[in-house]
């Protein structure tokens, strides 16, 4: 048996190293991964970090007026550091107490119109852009608004279908919040002057206005509303002198 080995040992030798080399490939490709090894894939989706978001506000947002006022309001939006290219939307009012008296797109963000402020009896539609880089900012203004005061009462001006359009490429929309108009409107100040409600404005309302000077007793001698009788009430009175 040994005159074989050694006569054949060159060719015992080559086939285990053939077997030796042939299990170890065979272990390598069939070895499992480490239960503590980690295994991902990445993939490419546009919008992957979540944006900025933005607000639409109607200012002022509170305030009292009179009938005959004109009251300015303005829309404007704020970026929240997210660039925008686009904004559209309709701006709704009660027609019963407020009028459009015009509508300005002086100083606006929007450069581009694909649909100019259209007013209706109740509404005013709009929609529009800008080039990139866009806009980025907190008090970008889109358009203003006067309105008459027309009847006494509060009046709700309110943003509905609406879009704020990020610079992103996607177009995606960003707008998070709205915050609309909310006013008082009250009777007209000539007739807030004539105190006593004779239909003119006259000594007998500064007597009534002069009694109450101070901490006012009778609140409608108040005519600012700001609880006190002062100067400024003397001022609204003269300002509406009729006899």
């Known amino acids: 048996m040994f005159s074989l080995l050694k006569k054949y040992k060159y060719i015992f030798v080559i086939t285990l190293i053939l077997i030796i080399s042939a299990t170890t490939l065979l272990y390598k490709h069939n070895k499992p991964a480490p ?16 944006l900025a978001a933005a607000i639409l506000l109607l200012t002022p947002t ?16 704020n970026t929240l550091n997210q660039s925008i290219n686009a904004v559209e939307g309709k701006i709704t009012f009660p027609s019963d107490k407020l009028e459009i008296a015009g509508i300005s797109k002086e100083n606006s963000i929007i450069s581009l119109w694909a649909q100019e402020p259209v007013l209706s009896s109740h509404s005013i539609v709009f929609s529009g852009g800008l080039p990139s880089p866009g806009f980025t900012g907190t008090a970008g203004k889109i358009i203003t608004i006067l309105f ?5 009462g509060d ?12 610079n992103d490429g996607f177009a995606t929309n960003i707008l998070s919040k709205i915050i609309p108009t909310n006013i008082t409107l009250l009777k007209s100040k000539t007739k807030i002057a004539d ?15 002069l009694t109450n ?15 006190k009788v002062d100067t400024k009430d003397l001022s609204i009175l003269l300002s509406k002198w009729s006899h």
Request: aromatic share 6%; proline share 5%; glycine share 4%.
């Open 148 to 152: 008459n005061v027309k009847s006494e």
């Open 195 to 209: 105190i006593n409600e004779n239909g003119r404005v006259d000594l007998v309302d500064v007597s009534i206005l």
């Open 155 to 166: 009046a709700v001006i309110d943003i509905e279908d609406a879009q704020v359009l990020a």
């Open 62 to 77: 509170t305030g009292k007026f009179y009938i005959d006022d004109t009251v300015s309001i303005a829309l404007l939006v």
């Open 213 to 227: 000077w101070g901490v006012p007793k009778d609140p409608r001698a108040d005519l600012n509303e700001d609880d």
């Open 35 to 50: 239960p503590d090894s980690l295994s991902f894939k990445i993939t490419d989706t546009p919008n992957s970090e979540k």
